[in-house]
């Protein structure tokens, strides 16, 4: 019997049997892995707050031998989820993170870069006015932490350093491209390529989302686009959480800022 | 599907919400042994229960007349609709004989991860039957969704929705149970008890 106390995000819950629930955490250490959660529907002790998708704290797992499948304990949020509910662009975008993220993440393999996306991003979602940038930053450290990222500085053929007011860019090609190798592709501003480059570093996540957050919507949308296009063609299936948020938009229900939620 | 009887029961049994294989087995085990009038009269009601019930065309609950007993009993109070998740919701609600209006039964909440989308509850109905009713009856809407993300989503929903037409939208308060301890109550029930809190 083996027990680990481990930080961790709910990507998704949901009914298993009578009164417990099947819970998928992503954690640092020990990746994303699914875990039963007995008399949790019943239990307000062990699991206080509830198990939403983007509660994002300390779990206590265990399991029986190495390949059994894991139990979860106890859950104790650090982060005020129970709120979600009381914001629907909030709640949208927080499903949307653990979506794509549950989706996206296939292997149990350990990866705490990719936990510190994700708890940076439902932690600042939670905390703050939901914003698309922060939902950009999120998708190109996801990208680069499966080694999905597309190149963003320098031609994915040759190597060379890309630099122009507008530069090719091609999804199924690895990314940028210089002019002789992009000749025929669709071009993106130079500028969505810097905020690109910019939202992905690991240091001030602030500064980032605030560049992008204070773009054109043009060059927003171009954004959105791009990571989109690289994004689109890894999921196994179209996001729910996404035609969720397609779904309450006519009604004027989620705030949603023209053309660059994602 | 198992040729054998009993195997066929339990497995049959076993898709039930919350019935496991042993609880399945048990369960047909018990059957077996029952006497021939119980089992006869079992397999009635499992037959009647669905070839009569329907959902109400006001409502949305289940029932067998097309207008279930509580919408077209004239001494309930018109002017407030109670809106339940689910049928079993209305019944613990009615059960407590404190509340004498209408009930809308929504059959689910929003939840975006299980594909559940305002299209897939029972909400244009709801909106049909606020129109209807006109201005002058409907006054209030009680959103009786469970407090977790999900029930206070729908709600939230709902009150975006129906709050323009000119009809009050409340919700069931949260928080400490009644009957417990303060000290016991865990940090959310806290929070949501203090921020529902109200003036006495
Ligand atoms: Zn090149
Ligand atoms: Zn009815």
Same mark, same amino acid.
């Given at each position: 019997?083996?027990?680990?106390?481990?930080?961790?995000?709910?990507?998704?819950?949901?009914?298993?049997?009578?009164?417990?629930?099947?819970?998928?955490?992503?954690?640092?250490?020990?990746?994303?892995?699914?875990?039963?959660?007995?008399?949790?529907?019943?239990?307000?002790?062990?699991?206080?707050?509830?198990?939403?998708?983007?509660?994002?704290?300390?779990?206590?797992?265990?399991?029986?031998?190495?390949?059994?499948?894991?139990?979860?304990?106890?859950?104790? #949020?650090?982060?005020?989820?129970?709120?979600?509910?009381?914001?629907?662009?909030?709640?949208?975008?927080?499903?949307?993170?653990?979506?794509?993220?549950?989706?996206?993440?296939?292997?149990?393999?350990?990866?705490?870069?990719?936990?510190?996306?994700?708890?940076?991003?439902?932690?600042?979602?939670?905390?703050?006015?939901?914003?698309?940038?922060?939902?950009?930053?999120?998708?190109?450290?996801?990208?680069?932490?499966?080694?999905?990222?597309?190149?963003?500085?320098?031609?994915?053929?040759?190597?060379?350093?890309? #630099?122009?007011?507008?530069?090719?860019?091609? #999804?199924?090609?690895?990314?940028?491209?210089?002019?002789?190798?992009?000749?025929?592709?669709?071009?993106?501003?130079?500028?969505?390529?810097?905020?690109?480059?910019?939202?992905?570093?690991?240091?001030?996540?602030?500064?980032?989302?605030?560049?992008?957050?204070?773009?054109?919507?043009?060059?927003?949308?171009?954004?959105?686009?791009?990571?989109?296009?690289?994004?689109?063609?890894?999921?196994?299936?179209?996001?729910?959480?996404?035609?969720?948020?397609?779904?309450?938009?006519?009604?004027?229900?989620?705030?949603?800022?023209?053309?660059?939620?994602? | 599907?198992?040729?054998?009887?009993?195997?066929?029961?339990?497995?049959?049994?076993?898709?039930?919400?919350?019935?496991?294989?042993?609880?399945?087995?048990?369960?047909?085990?018990?059957?077996?042994?029952?006497?021939?009038?119980?089992?006869?009269?079992?397999?009635?009601?499992?037959?009647?229960?669905?070839?009569?019930?329907?959902?109400?065309?006001?409502?949305?609950?289940?029932?067998?007349?097309?207008?279930?007993?509580?919408?077209?009993?004239?001494? *309930?109070? %018109?002017?407030?609709?109670?809106?339940?998740?689910?049928?079993?919701? *209305?019944?613990?609600?009615?059960?407590?004989?404190?509340? *004498?209006?209408?009930?809308?039964?929504?059959?689910?909440?929003?939840?975006?991860? %299980?594909?559940?989308?305002?299209?897939?509850?029972?909400?244009?109905?709801?909106? *049909?039957?606020?129109?209807?009713?006109?201005?002058?009856?409907?006054?209030?809407?009680?959103?009786?969704?469970?407090?977790?993300?999900?029930?206070?989503?729908?709600?939230?929903?709902?009150?975006?929705?129906?709050?323009?037409?000119?009809?009050?939208?409340?919700?069931?308060?949260? %928080?400490?149970?009644?009957? %417990?301890?303060?000290?016991?109550?865990?940090?959310?029930?806290?929070?949501?008890?203090?921020?529902?809190?109200?003036?006495?």
């Amino acid at each position: 019997m083996s027990q680990a106390r481990t930080p961790a995000v709910v990507l998704q819950a949901s009914p298993l049997g009578e009164a417990d629930l099947m819970v998928v955490l992503l954690t640092p250490d020990l990746g994303k892995i699914r875990t039963a959660a007995k008399n949790a529907r019943n239990s307000k002790r062990r699991f206080a707050g509830g198990l939403p998708a983007g509660a994002l704290g300390e779990a206590t797992v265990s399991r029986r031998r190495e390949g059994a499948m894991w139990r979860l304990d106890a859950f104790r #949020s650090v982060a005020e989820v129970s709120g979600l509910g009381r914001d629907l662009t909030r709640f949208a975008y927080v499903n949307y993170l653990c979506e794509l993220t549950d989706v996206l993440v296939v292997e149990p393999e350990p990866e705490a870069r990719r936990f510190a996306a994700l708890a940076e991003a439902v932690g600042e979602t939670l905390r703050s006015t939901p914003r698309p940038a922060v939902m950009r930053r999120f998708e190109l450290r996801l990208l680069d932490s499966l080694g999905l990222l597309p190149a963003l500085d320098h031609c994915c053929v040759c190597g060379e350093p890309t #630099s122009a007011s507008e530069i090719a860019f091609s #999804s199924g090609r690895g990314g940028t491209l210089c002019v002789v190798h992009g000749a025929g592709s669709p071009r993106v501003p130079a500028q969505t390529l810097a905020l690109a480059i910019a939202l992905q570093r690991d240091d001030d996540p602030e500064s980032a989302w605030d560049a992008a957050s204070a773009a054109s919507p043009a060059v927003r949308r171009a954004l959105r686009d791009l990571v989109q296009s690289v994004v689109r063609p890894q999921l196994r299936r179209p996001l729910r959480s996404l035609e969720f948020l397609a779904a309450l938009t006519p009604r004027g229900a989620v705030n949603r800022t023209p053309g660059d939620a994602p | 599907m198992p040729a054998d009887p009993l195997q066929r029961l339990s497995a049959l049994l076993g898709r039930l919400p919350g019935i496991g294989d042993k609880t399945a087995l048990r369960l047909a085990l018990a059957i077996v042994k029952s006497d021939p009038e119980y089992v006869r009269a079992l397999s009635e009601a499992l037959g009647t229960v669905h070839n009569t019930l329907q959902l109400c065309t006001q409502c949305c609950d289940l029932t067998p007349e097309p207008v279930c007993e509580r919408c077209s009993d004239a001494k *309930r109070d %018109g002017s407030v609709i109670c809106v339940v998740a689910q049928p079993q919701d *209305r019944m613990a609600i009615e059960r407590s004989g404190v509340f *004498r209006g209408l009930y809308h039964v929504l059959h689910g909440v929003l939840d975006p991860l %299980g594909g559940i989308g305002p299209s897939d509850l029972k909400i244009e109905p709801l909106l *049909r039957r606020l129109e209807a009713s006109g201005e002058t009856q409907v006054e209030e809407l009680i959103v009786a969704t469970s407090p977790n993300v999900e029930g206070d989503a729908t709600a939230l929903y709902l009150s975006k929705l129906i709050g323009p037409l000119g009809v009050k939208v409340s919700r069931i308060a949260s %928080g400490v149970a009644v009957g %417990g301890e303060l000290e016991y109550a865990d940090v959310t029930t806290l929070h949501r008890a203090l921020e529902d809190r109200r003036r006495l």
